[in-house]
């Protein structure tokens, strides 16, 4: 009888010992993108703040868990100011703001490569942060948009890096067009870690319209191409599929 016992228990104990192998994850592998990662707790170093004309900061929590190569390029190109002064110049009501193009108008990027497509399980909720390229997968560069509502037909099309946790009545406030008439401003962007301190709602409209003065007239230049394209209104059939809009996709 203890010699049974000794064999049953000694094949539960194979079986959960290859049960719990089998779930733990390999070294090096990458997470699913079909299951979003659990939110970490918001850290200074990922936290993405953008001073807005529209009266005050927007707090970003980065996700480097998910798409670690965007989050640095996000960081890289912060630190070297490269965000200060730009436009949303693409903005739809009911959908998202875009902004991150030195030219203004959807056809500039920053000096770096483009970068390599981290899909992911980042769901485009209201407030997420993603990034803007063309129908090539691996062409995102600077350009980014933030969601004023959630499209998840978008998920795992385009590399969602962050997501609002403060300031989002800020972007509901960005002008809208295509582009807009008085296009709204990132008068600065920083880094949480780098105690960059707020600016007064009065020191960002000053600031904004010194930048408009001294800015040059956006070149002529077609916006379809990069960013995503414009899902359809919800009651339209199939309404869950992407979808492009007539022409080049918008960027």
């Known amino acids: ?14 079986f959960f010992a290859s049960l719990l192998a089998a779930q733990a994850p390999t070294s090096g592998s990458r997470a699913d993108p079909k299951i979003a990662p659990p939110t970490p707790p918001l850290e200074a170093e990922n936290t993405w703040n953008l001073d807005l004309s529209t009266g005050g900061r927007v707090s970003i929590q980065l996700r480097p868990d998910a798409a670690p190569i965007t989050v640095e390029r996000i960081k890289t190109l912060t630190r070297q100011g490269f965000y200060n002064g730009l436009t949303f110049f693409r903005v739809i009501e009911g959908f998202m703001a875009q902004s991150g193009d030195p030219q203004n108008n959807g056809t500039g990027e920053s000096p770096l490569p483009d970068l390599a497509s981290e899909i992911n399980g980042l769901f485009h909720m209201r407030g997420s942060v ?38 989002m009545s800020y972007i509901d406030a960005i002008e809208r067009g295509e582009p807009p008439a008085a296009p709204s401003r990132i008068v600065r ?12 709602a009065e020191q960002l409209r000053s600031e904004a319209a010194r930048m408009a003065a001294a800015a040059a007239p956006a070149p002529a230049g077609r916006i379809d191409g990069l960013g995503p394209a414009v899902p359809p209104p919800p009651a339209q059939p199939r309404a869950l599929e992407p979808v492009r809009s007539p022409g080049a996709p918008p960027r």
Not at 1 to 14: H, K, Q
Not at 141 to 151: D, E, G
């Open 1 to 14: 009888m203890s010699r049974l016992f000794l064999t049953i228990s000694g094949l539960c104990g194979l």
């Open 189 to 200: 962007a920083s880094i949480g870690a780098d105690n960059v301190p707020p600016l007064t």
């Open 130 to 167: 993603a990034m803007a390229r063309t129908q090539d997968l691996n062409s995102a560069n600077s350009q980014f948009y933030v969601m004023f509502t959630p499209r998840l037909n978008m998920d795992r099309s385009y590399t969602v890096f962050g997501r609002v946790v403060s300031g």
